[in-house]
């Protein structure tokens, strides 16, 4: 008999049946003496929706709210239906005994399989195949240990409400708000919470109102001291007579070193990476969004196979890996990283609980590089610049703390205390991996940068009881500072602080309010838009607060750990969507799109409301079911601006239609005696003259004077 392999994407069935030799290729599976290896294309099954219910479903009406199935139906995803279907015809053969899933090794990956399993009726046995890298050794060794299916039942369940709850309070709350309100209205379980987070941030910062402070500083040539007013004192002072005062009191007296504190102080290694992590580090070096970080690990998980499981929650290793990290070490012991490995690999490595932890794992381990051959010409830039990352931060694992003596000094003048510090760096330690000393700051706390000056100095050699000859002093005014807005990996920080979705489906949540037209970027900055706000203010309470999303995680997550109540946690679920229903409809918030131009559907007369789209701006009709759209760009036209010499923008006034140079800003009206005849023009006009006659040479001279006199010789 033979074993039928369900993975979740062709690439990696490619690969697995590669592995064990299944070399007949068939439209949708791959077959060898002992395995047919098949593949899904993610989701093939879905859960059903409202019409496969009842048909009157179709139209969203308030009237029908809430949708609470008594039991959740599953249906076949239409657009990959014919691979559902060859993997249900695989299931009916007589020579395959048993089933090994090899989706993902995650709550995602889980669900993807046990639903085909479901639809196609599979009741032989199965096996599940756990693995945490795509390499030819970690697949041979995954099925050399194949784990009884049924281990994953718990993690099944978990999945499954993840979904249903989704399905229930996404569904419902969309559909009320947006029958409601008569818009395109999004709300979810995890995206609302997140919005929350951004608009409570975007509230702080228009509410914010700056204050002057001074600070005041004494020069004493080396080096700088602050003063403060103790030692516990941040040292900002808001009256400028005060500051003034101060620094008229000692600028000409004596500064006296009172005491000197030298203290060793060491920073170990950072922990390996896990996705959220490695999110947030991609975002503040180089820009990536984190969906284009989920997409670029993913190609080096499957394509490339040079580094480990991509969706994890884990910083630590297991003890069982500890073994295979020297062999890790030396397949990146190539170009820039070979000066780095090579002093390790001459001595047993440093492996410390720091870095393997079987307590702190869950599910997979952080993500670090294989044992796969590397070759960085292979690999594109934004592929180097992930991979770089990762491999520098599993090479600093094994480096030694970060030791630096940080001095601080007590002044005194005139009866007012200065303080000042310094460091100075004794082993570089695992910052040599970087190259440099990589500042550490939290976008989300106001930076004083006078203390940032005062900390990184050098001082020089000083004992208790110096005086020191003063240069100048000088009082600073500044302007408190309002928080930051968010980036993504600030708020994947705070996602991840308030339990908001998981690694695995943070970087999307981000991505459909982007879609949804609720926040945009600017620059590097998330921020609501006039719908995004007006979302939040439609809401109910309880769907906006991190906490309760936050508590339906860590529910799902004992669920998948077999200690958690499927049926209580569903029970609360459908309770909470009716509930939510209920506040939609008894709601008197008005909501007004924000997005309205002045400009009426010629089909309808509805105001028309402007939208982004991959192709520009665009105008839809504001009545839902009116299907009238058009460009809200100006059409370019070939006249070019006689400054810049740029195609120009068609436009219409009150006074006929202009072309207008966005660059510039030159207008020329076009009418009969400035315009230009377009090429298509300028050809049907030679063709018709051509056809009424041979073009002697006097209709010929005509018919160029024409051309000159409409422009057409450009």
């Given at each position: ?193 997140t919005l929350a987070t951004l608009m409570a941030r975007e509230s702080e910062i228009t509410n914010f109102k700056p204050v002057a402070y001074w600070n005041v500083t004494l020069d004493l040539g080396s080096f700088q001291a602050k003063w403060r007013g103790g030692e516990q004192q941040d040292g ?45 580090d991609a975002n503040k070096r180089h820009g990536f969004t984190a969906k284009q970080t989920s997409n670029v690990l993913q190609r080096l998980y499957e394509q490339h196979k040079l580094v480990t499981y991509p969706r994890t929650d884990s910083r630590h290793l297991t003890s069982d890996m500890a ?392």
């Amino acid at each position: 008999m033979k074993s039928l392999v369900l993975c979740e994407k062709p690439s990696v069935a490619k690969e697995i049946a590669r592995v064990l030799g299944c070399g007949q290729r068939q439209k949708s599976f791959f077959e060898g003496p002992n395995y047919v290896v098949t593949w899904a294309l993610g989701h093939l099954v879905e859960l059903a929706e409202p019409e496969d219910y009842d048909n009157k479903y179709k139209t969203w009406r308030l009237e029908d709210l809430p949708l609470l199935p008594p039991t959740m139906k599953l249906k076949i995803i239409k657009e990959t239906s014919h691979q559902y279907k060859a993997i249900a015809q695989l299931c009916k053969r007589s020579d395959l005994g048993e089933l090994i899933v090899a989706t993902d090794a995650g709550r995602e990956g889980e669900l993807v399989a046990r639903w085909i399993m479901e639809m196609a009726h599979w009741r032989k046995p199965f096996k599940r195949l756990w693995i945490s890298s795509q390499t030819d050794k970690a697949i041979r060794e995954g099925f050399s240990k194949l784990r009884p299916g049924r281990e994953y039942d718990n993690l099944y369940a978990s999945a499954v409400c993840r979904a249903e709850a989704d399905w229930l309070i996404g569904l419902n709350v969309t559909r009320a708000l947006t029958c409601k309100y008569d818009a395109q209205l999004s709300a979810g379980r995890v995206q609302t919470p997140t919005l929350a987070t951004l608009m409570a941030r975007e509230s702080e910062i228009t509410n914010f109102k700056p204050v002057a402070y001074w600070n005041v500083t004494l020069d004493l040539g080396s080096f700088q001291a602050k003063w403060r007013g103790g030692e516990q004192q941040d040292g900002r002072l808001f009256a400028k007579d005060k500051a003034d005062e101060i620094v008229n009191k000692v600028k000409t007296a004596d500064v006296r070193l009172l005491r000197l504190n030298k203290t060793e102080k060491m920073e170990p290694q950072p922990l390996a990476y896990d996705l959220t992590e490695l999110q947030r580090d991609a975002n503040k070096r180089h820009g990536f969004t984190a969906k284009q970080t989920s997409n670029v690990l993913q190609r080096l998980y499957e394509q490339h196979k040079l580094v480990t499981y991509p969706r994890t929650d884990s910083r630590h290793l297991t003890s069982d890996m500890a073994s295979t990290l020297k062999s890790r070490l030396e397949s990146v012991s190539v170009g820039p990283y070979a000066a780095l490995a090579k002093p390790l690999l001459r001595k047993p490595l440093a492996i410390t609980k720091r870095i393997v932890d079987d307590t702190k794992v869950t599910d997979h381990h952080a993500i670090i590089p294989t044992e796969q051959f590397l070759n960085l010409n292979a690999l594109s830039v934004e592929e180097r610049k992930l991979y770089d990352l990762i491999v520098r931060r599993f090479i600093a694992l094994f480096y030694p703390p970060y030791r630096y003596e940080e001095t601080s000094l007590t002044l005194k003048a005139a009866g007012e205390l200065f303080f000042a510090k310094g460091r100075v760096q004794k082993d570089a330690g695992w910052k040599e991996v970087y190259g440099s000393v990589p500042e550490s700051s939290d976008e989300d706390e106001e930076v004083d940068r006078d203390d940032r000056q005062t900390t990184r100095q050098l001082l020089p050699e000083l004992k208790e009881g110096d005086l020191l000859k003063l240069k100048g002093c000088r009082a600073q005014e500044l302007m408190t500072l309002p928080p930051s807005r968010y980036t993504e990996a600030s708020l994947l920080s705070q996602m991840e602080k308030h339990n908001l979705g998981t690694p695995a489906t943070r970087a999307d949540i981000i991505e459909k309010l982007l879609s949804s037209d609720t926040i945009e970027r600017r620059l590097k900055n998330l921020v609501p838009t006039g719908k995004g706000k007006q979302l939040i203010e439609l809401a109910a309470n309880e769907l906006r607060s991190p906490e309760l999303t936050a508590e339906w995680e860590l529910e799902l997550e004992r669920i998948a750990r077999g200690k958690g109540n499927r049926g209580k946690f569903m029970e609360g679920i459908r309770a909470q969507a009716a509930q939510l229903v209920r506040e939609v409809k008894i709601s008197e918030v008005v909501y007004k799109p924000h997005n309205l131009t002045h400009s009426k559907c010629p089909e309808c007369s509805n105001l028309l409301m402007e939208r982004n789209s991959k192709r520009g701006k665009t105008l839809v009709c504001s009545n839902r079911e009116c299907e009238y759209r058009r460009s809200a760009e100006p059409a370019v036209i070939n006249k070019r601006c006689p400054q810049c010499m740029k195609k120009m923008e068609l436009h219409t006034g009150k006074a006929g239609k202009y072309a207008q140079c966005r660059r510039c800003n030159v207008i020329e009206m076009l009418n009969e005696e400035n315009s230009r005849a377009s090429k298509k023009e300028q050809s049907q006009l030679v063709k018709q003259f051509s056809e009424a006659e041979p073009l002697t040479s006097s209709l010929a001279d005509a018919l160029k004077a024409a051309l000159n006199k409409s422009g057409g010789d450009k």
